[in-house]
């Protein structure tokens, strides 16, 4: 699968710059042409000589030496690049490419790169879990960088915790799903639902749910780096959507009942990965309600049940849902696939650490309407978008 692909491996520096030399290796092993580019702190762990007989290429560090093969040659190598691996990513360099900020070769090759991008971080774990160095994380997630969650373990500091460089077959196996998964959805059209609903009780208030939205985004990421055409209905989230996808707005319920019909009917895969708002309140005050009582009296009725709806309208179309539950997880998602009419539910227990909203990861159960189920280990959205999808298409 990686014989004749170019890769850029990009080596910051840390004291598990000592592993990617057996990451260049499995490269090449596999076929590709593999290009290191090293900062210079990389070079004080292992010398640029020993990545060069491993990949066969010249290893650049610095920007201002004379270029051997390439005359521009940050542009010439983010131009060669059909990927690129910066492993190990430091806190440093991750903070550097989410704050645009390209000093040396490696920052500033990454900065001029259309290529693909995967990071795989290694650092102590209080640095980490530093909100700074995750919300660069975050940041670049969001414009599009795949990232590979850190082992945890014994720490070169001493400690134990999550900060790990991913194991070596680790990363191969990101590197070979990055390629694999390229355009085996092209042609497709899929529609994914994200986020929650809001339901007004006035022009000021309204009830909602806890959805991020962050796994309906990861779909869509996913399946349009996959070659798909992607439309999204998401309700209000801080998100920013994934690049080549369509995204529609909507608040309530109603409004993302009128959206996913609007684009059922040519669909191929549809993901309803939204929280949608059970219940909405009767009357909805044209008035913001003055605090003039202690207790507030809210009548609800039932919103629309779509999923259900899009079940009994199902022709062609490859339906999966989401089932958050807190208790009952199976028996409740059995009963939900059943009563709807889906080919696929995604199950999750929200009171499991790692499983819930908010948080970049998940633990789910997949139940098929042939009755088998498969459990799947914790592991980020992004990665469990991929499955899914996997099993969609198998």
């Not at 806190?91 to 259309?114: P, V």
């Not at 339906?319 to 009952?328: D, I, K, M, P, R």
């Amino acid at each position: 699968m990686l014989r004749g692909k170019n890769i850029v491996v990009g080596v910051a520096g840390g004291i598990a710059v000592y592993k990617v030399v057996d990451i260049v290796s499995r490269l090449k092993k596999q076929g590709a042409n593999v290009y290191v580019i090293m900062t210079h702190a990389a070079a004080n762990f292992v010398t640029p000589l020993t990545f060069r007989e491993i990949s066969g290429h010249p290893v650049v560090v610095d920007m201002w030496t004379e270029s051997t093969n390439w005359n521009v040659e940050h542009i010439a190598l983010a131009n060669l690049a059909d990927l690129f691996l910066l492993a190990p990513a430091t806190a440093n360099i991750i903070g550097k490419i989410a704050n645009g900020i390209a000093d040396d070769m490696l920052s500033t090759t990454i900065m001029a790169t259309k290529a693909s991008v995967i990071l795989a971080p290694a650092m102590n774990t209080n640095m980490y879990l530093n909100p700074i160095v995750q919300g660069n994380i975050s940041k670049l997630t969001q414009l599009g960088y795949h990232f590979i969650e850190p082992g945890c373990g014994s720490l070169a500091c001493g400690t134990e915790g999550i900060g790990r460089l991913p194991e070596p077959e680790v990363i191969i196996a990101k590197v070979m799903e990055i390629f694999k998964g390229k355009n085996d959805l092209v042609g497709k059209k899929i529609l994914i639902t994200a986020g929650g609903t809001q339901e007004a009780i006035d022009p000021v208030r309204y009830i909602g749910n806890r959805s991020s939205g962050k796994m309906g985004y990861a779909l869509a990421k996913v399946a349009a780096a996959r070659g798909a055409e992607v439309i999204v209905v998401s309700g209000p989230t801080h998100l920013l959507p994934p690049s080549g996808v369509i995204v529609n707005y909507v608040e309530s319920a109603s409004q993302m009942r009128d959206a996913v019909l609007a684009h059922y009917a040519d669909s191929d895969i549809v993901i309803k990965a939204a929280a949608v708002a059970d219940y909405r309140p009767q009357i909805k005050s044209t008035d913001k309600i003055k605090k003039n009582s202690t207790t507030l009296n809210l009548v609800l009725e039932k919103t629309p049940d779509i999923l259900f709806e899009l079940g009994q309208l199902k022709k062609h179309q490859i339906l999966v849902g989401f089932a958050a539950e807190t208790q009952q997880l199976l028996d409740h998602a059995q009963e939900k696939l059943t009563r709807k009419n889906l080919d696929m539910i995604v199950a999750n227990d929200i009171t499991m650490p790692g499983a819930g909203f908010n948080v970049d990861t998940n633990i789910v159960k997949l139940l098929y309407r042939d009755g088998h189920m498969e459990e799947l280990p914790k592991m980020s959205k992004e990665q469990l978008a991929g499955i899914i999808l996997d099993k969609i298409r198998a």
